[in-house]
Every structure is written in C-alpha cells, then in structure tokens.
C-alpha cells in the first residue's frame, strides 16, 4: 500500500468511525498540499513586519481584553462598529466577532496551528495564513472570508479542497493536482449520498481539469476524479452481479461526466494556444491537434523545462 493509499485508507476508517464527512476527515488528516512553484521566496508585505503567533495566543487576548473605542470615520448616525479589542499580536484594533470566526474556521487545524500576520490596514482588514490557508479578517464586521493559498492573491479560493484560486490552481505541482482531485471526488461522492447526477457537473471539477491541462497531467486528474466522483472499475464490475441496473446507471452518469470534462479540457488547451499563439520555450508554432500528455504552453515533449528543484517534497507523515 503507498502512503497516499494509506493515508485515504486511513481517511475512509475515520469516516467510518466518527460519521465525519469526508472532507472532513481529509482535512483532519491531511499535510499541506503542494503549492504553486514558482521559485520565488514570498515575504511579508511592503511596509509591514511579519508577525507569527499561535492561534490560542489571540483567542487569549479575545478572551481577556477588554473592548476598546476606535473612530471608525462615519457618522455614528449610522450605527456603530462591531465591538473591538485591541490586538497587540495583530497591532490592530480586531472585532471579537472576528476572532471567534476565524477559530471556527480553524477548528480542525487546532488552537496550536501557527498564524502569520501578511498584511494590515488599520480598521479595514488583516490577511492571515495558516500553514497554506489564508484569511482576510474583516476588521469593519464580525467576518472571515478564506482566500486563494498564493501570498498577496486577493482572490478566493475554488473550493475547501481546492485551497487555490483558478491562476494559482494552474501553477500546482502535478501530484498536488492528482491528490486534490481525489480529495474533492470523495468529497463529492461523499456528500451526494446515492444521487448519480449531483456527483457530475460540478465546476470545481473543470477547475482542477483546466489546471491539469496546464500541467500536461489531464489522463490522471481526469481518472482519479471519476473514480473517487463515482465509482472504479472493479467495483462497478462487482456491483454488476447483483445490481446490473445500478451498475449500467453508474456506467452512463461516468461516461456523462467524462464527455463533459474532455470537452472542457479541450476548450482550455485550445483557449492557451490561441492566447499565447507560440509555443513558450522555441517560439514555433502549435501544431494542428491535440496532445494532452504535454503541457498546452508547448509545441512538443523536448520543449517541457524539467520540473523545478524547488519543489515541495511530499509532507505527509504516512
Ligand atoms: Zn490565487
Ligand atoms: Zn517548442
């Protein structure tokens, strides 16, 4: 059995045990996932110093300081603020409200997990990350929204286990793609108890199709989605034998969503030709056809660059 078998092995008792659903489960299991490589070091944001604390260190300072006055800048006619604290980890005024969402929306990673203050602005908002989730901390409202895994990317992220948004989807290592997309089709299949047709047409699911396009992994994302969306071979074979109606109902919602998705693949390979109109490393033009093992940005094998030395290796302690 290989680690990764293990530790979705692993995922699948936890499931079983405690009733969790499975992104759930992955979530509580997993490391980080491979990230964007793209070689550059990301420091903290001009202007500010970066701060690291533990997330019990700030629900501490919820729990024991005392609301402050600020001048939020608009007429109190309006209404007021939410009630704030000030932080001396964020060095910023927080809502309390604030606070207590983030740990909620860190409760599986644990009052230990380490944050990192990326940026400030006074009484508008703070970007956190936590391992390779980020947070926008809404400092005007009781609110928390979750953003794309990238440093200083503004933008939100696919889905829970897709931490990245669409560019940055794109730059993940193909392992990493393979490995979401497994994730997400349990997920999926999870969450769809026996209904065939919610476990296809999702987008997160062309997402993670376009980024493997990208990548030149499409056989693979595309193969592991269906099986962990639906069903494998062997168990749609075993099934056969007692449900054959089930088993061809399962065969056909496969097929559906694997029309669906090659032709999504194909629209983004041929929207990156026609967008870079050469390929990236010798300049020469596309071919006529199509060749999904190699990346859309190039003309050929040769022309791949190999994959970069700052790749992550693989975190997960199975
Ligand atoms: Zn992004
Ligand atoms: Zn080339």
Not at 111 to 122: D, F, K, M, N, T
Not at 182 to 189: F, I, K, P, R, T
Not at 211 to 228: C, F, I, N, S
Request: net charge negative.
């Amino acid at each position: 059995m290989t680690r990764d078998k293990k530790r979705k092995a692993a995922v699948r008792a936890t499931q079983a045990a405690t009733g969790e659903r499975y992104v759930r489960a992955a979530r509580a299991s997993a490391g980080p996932v491979n990230g964007p490589v793209d070689g550059k070091t990301d420091g903290p944001e001009r202007g500010r110093v970066e701060s690291v604390f533990a997330l019990r260190e700030l629900l501490g300072e919820c729990a024991t300081l005392p609301p402050v006055e600020v001048d939020w800048g608009w007429d109190p006619d309006f209404g007021g603020g939410p009630d704030v604290f000030y932080s001396q980890l964020l060095g910023a005024a927080i809502p309390f409200g604030t606070v207590l969402e983030l740990a909620g929306q860190l409760a599986r990673e644990g009052r230990g997990v380490e944050l990192c203050l990326e940026a400030l602005s006074p009484l508008g908002s703070a970007v956190v990350s936590a391992g390779q989730r980020r947070f926008n901390l809404i400092i005007s409202q009781d609110s928390v929204y979750e953003l794309c895994g990238k440093p200083r990317c503004s933008s939100t992220p696919e889905d829970e286990l897709i931490p990245w948004c669409r560019e940055h989807l794109a730059e993940c290592t193909p392992d990493a793609l393979v490995a979401m997309a497994e994730d997400w089709g349990y997920a999926q299949s999870d969450g769809s108890d026996d209904d065939l047709t919610a476990r296809g047409g999702a987008e997160e699911a062309v997402a993670l199709i376009r980024a493997a396009v990208t990548q030149g992994v499409y056989e693979r994302v595309l193969a592991k989605l269906l099986d962990a969306c639906f069903d494998s071979e062997d168990v749609i074979d075993e099934r056969a034998f007692w449900d054959a109606e089930r088993a061809l109902a399962i065969r056909q919602a496969i097929e559906r969503e694997r029309l669906r998705l090659e032709q999504a693949a194909a629209a983004e390979y041929r929207r990156i030709q026609k967008e870079t109109g050469a390929c990236a490393v010798c300049g020469k033009g596309f071919r006529f056809g199509i060749d999904m093992a190699v990346p859309a940005q190039y003309c050929s094998p040769g022309c791949v660059p190999p994959p970069p030395a700052t790749a992550v290796p693989d975190p997960e302690p199975w």
